[in-house]
């Protein structure tokens, strides 16, 4: 580790000149205008601002296949971003990655800081308004004007500056001032580019860099290792990331898949390289001719998984217990594209249920990756990955006798079991869920609904048995059904929610007769009824292929 002093105007020519790199897809700015005001302040008032942070990581022997700003030792600025962009904002200087030119242009406007010349007490920085633009003279001075002057060097410089300060005195500004009283105020703010910037150095090895960023951005952003690597990447195939990888992940996001990009991007490795630990990853794996074949077959698993999910409901991956077995069945999915789904969705629904990713998330994709590359068929692949957990134990009532909002898989599994039943919504529609009209809506994301309101049974009977996933329907985003406090037969008959539309859920309709004095009796019997609901459509997923039949 080690330490340098860093002008300010270096900062921002080294954001601008790409001689520090980010992670590309850590670009957004989220500073607030006032930030930026009160970070010109700061130094003006000669307070610190807090270091800089940089990785000087390893020197690599790919330097011929990188471009020539990037044919050297690649330094990554792990904290300071922000700051380093608020800086070229208010030099008016668009660091290398705000990609956007026009969305800059718009930036520079709503961060337009401006210092009040004639100001005789703070406030002597603000955030440009109508007003402030339509003043008469130059009283509100831009301070990327004063930044860009380089008056601790350049003659010229210094002389705009005294023809500046000439001419507001002219103005009849800054009363009780002279002249030179002004041009030093001046050069107080157009010298803030030589104020000196703490920057700290680590070159230590990527996994303790990794922790280095979780711990710094432990209440914000917290950065991973695939964030480093997918930088490598970038560095390796100039504008894959931002022209590919990223435009992907949005177009899955408006097919109703809202994922990381960090699981995006251990998709690419799982299906490339049988991996998810990045650093045991052969370092020519990170190169164009090897990262876009398997990213083609990433990318094809990712549409062939979505178009299967339909099939059963899953129209988003909201209400998914886990992503991480997305990286498992992606990867099943490509390499065995022509078997049969319905197995694979078994065993991600059992990997779900039995938390196979829960702990120690990384062992397990390995372990589930070398099954894979390992097997010679689905079967033989389904009998290694299946193993790992007791799937052939079947549902009990207790396990929907559990919390609600503690068990995703129970959510998702009443969801699917709905799905399956072609559930109607409870609303006046006639709709099924998931679907507006006859087509399938996207990006469906089920509600949860208490059956027994809770209002009614608070007090009545035991708190852990109001939100059992047994009193517990599904319905659409868009309903918007009140229930007060009195029992179901009331909004039932309000709604009116048919027969139909109860059995569809597993709901007996003998609810509308149902006290509280026989709610626990009700409760056990639909948590009986889905379970039983449920080992029979696991039953049916699993088919022969799992089962071991002819």
């Known amino acids: 580790m080690a330490y340098e002093s860093v002008k300010v105007r270096d900062v921002v020519d080294r954001a601008v000149s790409h001689t520090w790199s980010i992670p590309e897809f850590q670009r957004g700015f989220v500073w607030k205008a006032t930030q930026v005001r009160d970070l010109i302040e700061s130094l003006w008032l000669d307070y610190p601002i807090g270091s800089m942070l940089v990785w000087d990581s390893k020197p690599n022997d790919h330097a011929e296949e990188r471009n020539v700003l990037d044919a050297r030792r690649p330094t990554w600025l792990v904290d300071g971003q922000q700051r380093a962009t608020a800086l070229s904002i208010l030099f008016g200087r668009k660091p290398y990655w705000w990609t956007d030119g026009e969305l800059w242009d718009k930036t520079l406007r709503k961060y337009d800081i401006r210092f009040d010349v004639d100001a005789q007490e703070p406030p002597f920085f603000s955030v440009a308004n109508a007003a402030t633009r339509r003043a008469r003279g ?87 290792e695939a964030d480093i690597y997918l930088g490598i990447v970038a560095a390796r195939t100039p504008t894959w990331v931002r022209e590919t990888f990223l435009p992907h992940r949005e177009r899955l996001s408006q097919a109703g898949f809202d994922v990381s990009p960090n699981l995006l991007f251990r998709t690419l490795t799982a299906v490339g390289a049988k991996k998810v630990r990045f650093k045991e990853i052969e370092d020519s794996f990170w190169n164009a001719d090897n990262v876009q074949p398997a990213w083609k077959r990433a990318t094809r698993g990712w549409k062939d998984a979505i178009a299967r999910f339909r099939e059963y409901g899953v129209l988003s991956n909201d209400p998914m217990p886990t992503e991480a077995a997305l990286v498992t069945l992606i990867t099943l999915i490509e390499m065995l594209p022509t078997e049969p789904f319905e197995p694979m969705f078994y065993w991600f629904l059992q990997a779900s249920r039995f938390g196979r990713y829960s702990g120690s998330g990384t062992t397990s994709l390995e372990e589930d990756l070398r099954d894979i590359a390992d097997s010679s068929s689905l079967a033989d692949t389904l009998a290694k990955l299946l193993r790992r957990f007791d799937h052939v134990r079947p549902l009990e009532a207790e396990d929907f006798l559990r919390d609600y909002g503690d068990s995703r898989f129970g959510r998702f599994l009443l969801y699917l079991l709905a799905y399956g039943n072609h559930a109607h919504d409870w609303d006046s529609s006639g709709h099924r869920l998931g679907f507006e009209g006859l087509e399938v809506l996207e990006d469906f994301r089920p509600q949860w609904h208490h059956i027994f309101p809770r209002k009614f049974l608070e007090g009545k009977v035991a708190e852990d048995a109001i939100d059992a996933l047994a009193n517990i329907a599904v319905i659409g985003p868009t309903i918007n059904i009140r229930i007060s406090a009195k029992d179901p037969l009331d909004y039932i008959k309000r709604y009116e929610i048919s027969g139909s539309k109860l059995r569809e859920q597993f709901v007996a309709e003998d609810i509308t007769g149902m006290t509280v004095a026989n709610y626990t009796t009700w409760l056990n019997d639909r948590a009986s009824r889905l379970a039983a609901a449920g080992n029979t459509y696991l039953s049916k997923l699993a088919g022969p292929l799992v089962n071991g039949e002819d």
């Open 138 to 224: 130059i009283r509100y001075l831009p301070v990327s004007r004063l930044l860009n002057l380089d008056v601790a060097k350049r003659a010229e410089d210094q002389e705009h500056l005294r023809n500046l300060s000439r001419e507001i005195k002219a103005q009849d500004l800054c009363a009780g001032m002279d002249a030179m009283d002004v041009y030093g105020r001046m050069y107080e703010i157009a010298n803030i580019r030589e104020h000196d910037v703490p920057v700290i150095v680590i070159d230590h090895d990527l996994e303790d860099v990794v922790e280095i960023f979780a711990r710094l951005n432990s209440r914000g952003t917290r950065v991973t």
